[in-house]
């Protein structure tokens, strides 16, 4: 048996979503709620929790993706599936960041919306509808656009040559002697890396650049 949570502003929202699980033998609706704070509230009173909430984004009070956000901490078993009509990318976004395991509109059939249920509590599947999964696929492809340009503006070419010989373990002098510069101008390289990167030393500095892919 697998125990649902629906929550959503509009009860005629929460009474379409029932009607359209309710014949599906497998399923329970353990609650359903008005609102984040609502919800939040039930689970905190429910002797059950549920193993999936559909959770609607846009609500008074307190929106899907506050409660989502929270409640992720709060119930770590919990899986949350975003229901909306909305598809813009700051909402997905927002939605995945939150601790969302799925993104789909409202305007799923029942018989997809159930197997989506199904296949996130028994293969633990990423639910997402196909217009949904394009966008995301395309947000995703600029933000790594935005990932070689922020790479190229971080550091120079020179300090990356740098950077690359401090991570093969050589040291000031012997860094200096293979690209031909002085040793104090390897060292205010090094500095500016350092700032650059936000870090203090040599492994924080490391650890950083294989973080942002630099190296």
Do not use: W
């Not at 502003?9 to 033998?25: A, E, G, V």
């Not at 008005?34 to 429910?46: I, M, N, P, V, Y």
């Not at 559909?54 to 506050?66: A, T, V, Y």
């Not at 960041?97 to 509109?105: E, P």
Request: hydrophobic residues 45%; charged residues 30%; aromatic residues 6%.
């Amino acid at each position: 048996m697998i125990k649902l949570a629906l929550v959503d502003d509009k009860r005629i929202n929460i009474q379409s979503l029932i009607d359209r699980i309710r014949h599906s033998p497998d399923f329970k609706i353990v609650f359903t709620a008005s609102d984040g704070e609502d919800f939040l509230e039930k689970c905190k009173q429910s002797k059950e929790l549920p193993d999936v909430v559909f959770m609607d984004i846009d609500m008074p009070i307190m929106n899907g993706i506050e409660a989502v956000s929270i409640a992720s901490e709060l119930f770590p078993s919990i899986k949350f599936i975003m229901l909306t009509v909305f598809d813009d990318d700051d909402k997905i976004f927002e939605a995945i960041k939150s601790g969302a395991v799925g993104y789909l509109l409202k305007e799923e059939s029942a018989d997809k919306l159930i197997q989506h249920v199904r296949d996130v509590v028994e293969f633990g599947v990423v639910p997402m509808s196909p217009r949904i999964a394009r966008k995301t696929l395309q947000l995703l492809s600029r933000a790594q656009v935005e990932l070689v340009k922020n790479k190229e503006e971080v550091l120079s070419e020179r300090e990356v040559d740098i950077l690359r010989h401090l991570i093969n373990g050589l040291d000031y002098r012997q860094i200096s002697e293979r690209l031909f510069i002085s040793p104090n101008t390897v060292r205010t390289h090094i500095s500016n890396i350092y700032k650059k990167l936000h870090v203090n030393n040599k492994a924080q500095a490391i650890k950083m650049a294989y973080k942002k892919g630099i190296v």
